[in-house]
């Protein structure tokens, strides 16, 4: 696949997401689709700072949807024809999961965000519960797209999807670890030529870059579970379609470090560094360097 293809489509979803903040943030500000303050927020916002929306999950949709449309024009043109009709069809399918899955669970991610905005959420389902939603989705579209359905496989994303929640108590901590991780997957997949997947894998990277001029801390806005629960599923599915145990493994080791204190009714492991006074972007920096870390090595155990 061309790389000026890729480069394309990933700089048309990430300037999509930036440029679209600038409209969409001010108009959630004025429409105060904001969740319910903090004390510390409460006095922040006396202290003349700016509420900060929660739905900058629906930056990230727009881009990868303004990205992959770019990307699929060009690849049909490009690309279709150099390819197999059987490898086109494959990849067309892997496609139209990877954006199946995204698209249910972003709107289920944006359903939450609205009732919480709206002070309706009034329990908090248990975080098992939310990952069993996501089995059955991710499921529900291997059935549907007539994959052969693998039900290991399919509790593989929903158990990453629990564990990749975690790395959003910090604003842009999930955007910067799973930038890392797709870009990684996106090199494993074009090895392989898996260019349909590798191109949505690409997309996605340049639409969470294009978040992040947003939801980075300091955050303008926050990701919130529109984005969340979108990013959570696409990784580990990406992940599966590379057919590299050693990827699927080690991509997700930081999260899986993060999230494991919790079984012990402890904090994670970005909540201590937190409490330990380090600043929010030394945490992204952490995780984000121990993501680049474990997928330098994955790619070097892979090949």
Known sequence: MPVWLQLAAALLAGLAAGIMGK?????????????PLTKKQEDEEASGEQLRPNLGGVLLCFGILAGISLGF?????????????????????????LLGQGGILALGGFIVDVLRIRRRLLYKVPLWMQGLAVYLVTLGMQTALQEEPSLLRTLYVAVCWMLMQGMEETDGGML???????LCIAVLMLAGMLY???LYALVCAGACMGCMVWCLH???????????FLLGGTVPLLLLMT??????????AVCLVNALPRLLRRPSLDGSLAESGMQPLGRIAV????AA???????????
Do not use: D, N
């Open 293 to 303: 870390v474990t997928g330098a090595v994955t790619l070097l155990a892979v090949h």
């Open 73 to 97: 024009a060009l690849f049909q043109t490009a690309v279709r024809t150099e390819l197999p009709e059987k490898e086109y069809l494959a990849g067309q399918k892997q496609l139209l999961l």
């Open 243 to 252: 057919q590299e145990w050693q990827a699927c493994v080690l991509l997700m």
């Open 23 to 35: 409209a969409f943030i001010p108009f959630l500000r004025r429409a105060r689709w904001c969740e």
């Open 287 to 290: 995780f984000a360097g121990a």
């Open 218 to 228: 300091p955050a303008k806005c926050r990701f919130g579970s529109t984005g969340s």
């Open 196 to 198: 349909l997947p590798a």
């Open 176 to 182: 910067a670890v799973g930038t890392v991780q797709l």
